[in-house]
């Protein structure tokens, strides 16, 4: 069964520090997601491509987080510098198209925790 | 204002018992997607089901059905004969039919399935 890759599961940082977030979606999927989770909410975009376009990249706190995916397949999430406030769960998801009816498939995450 | 609401913060059952995970949500667009995610603690989003703005039957898969009442704007979540495994945070989201069809996710319900 085809899966959403994410790397590293986990992910210790110390604070002012770079961390990258990999990401390969479901074959075939167009539209990839990165959504982070704070502990006890639920996810929240940060940023939508269609093949290798951002289509939505309104929640991304653009001074510290960037977001690319090259040829449109595989992606890296970028935080530069990590921030405490950004220990989460990073997820990524993937879908066959952007249309309403589209199924999401979701990564295992990475878990960040800054020091 | 909330699009999709979750009231039940936690939520128990006993096990072989079922169980109605509540999710309401608001859009004006006639055409959306509903969803239903489980997350144990491991942190992966599973999806379970997913039910059409236009589906006229309530969709089912396995011991999942989602009760749609379109006119209360409803999609709650039926999971019958429980087991330990579903213990879990489980999500409702939307995605409307417009714009970039973000998806948008509840704040999630935390169900405990009791032996």
């Known amino acids: 069964e085809a899966e959403v890759a994410q790397s590293p599961r986990y992910k210790i940082t110390e604070k002012s520090q770079a961390v990258a977030f990999w990401c390969d979606p479901i074959s075939g999927h167009a539209t990839l997601y990165w959504y982070r989770q704070i502990l006890g909410q639920g996810p929240e975009l940060l940023v939508q491509?269609?093949?290798?376009?951002?289509?939505?990249d309104s929640q991304l706190p653009k001074d510290r987080f960037s977001a690319e995916r090259l040829k449109g397949v595989d992606s890296t999430l970028k935080i530069q510098p990590a921030e405490l406030g950004d220990s989460a769960m990073y997820l990524c998801?993937?879908?066959?198209?952007?249309?309403?009816?589209?199924?999401?498939?979701f990564g295992p995450g990475t878990r960040l925790t800054v020091l | 204002a909330q699009k999709i609401t979750q009231t039940q913060p936690g939520m128990f059952v006993q096990e072989k018992e079922a169980v109605t995970l509540d999710c309401t949500y608001d859009?004006?667009?006639?055409?959306?997607?509903l969803f239903w995610y489980k997350q144990p603690s491991s942190g992966e989003m599973i999806f379970l089901i997913y039910?059409?703005?236009?589906?006229?039957q309530n969709a089912t898969e396995g011991r999942y059905s989602l009760n749609f009442q379109k006119a209360r704007k409803s999609a709650n979540l039926v999971i019958s004969a429980s087991q330990l495994g579903d213990s879990a945070m489980y999500f409702c989201a939307m995605r409307e039919g417009s714009g970039t069809y973000k998806y948008i996710f509840g704040t999630g319900t935390r169900l405990k399935v009791l032996a």
């Open positions: 859009t004006s667009d006639p055409s959306y997607g």
């Open positions: 039910q059409g703005s236009y589906d006229q």
């Open positions: 491509f269609q093949d290798e376009s951002v289509v939505d």
């Open positions: 998801a993937s879908s066959y198209t952007s249309g309403p009816t589209d199924t999401q498939y």
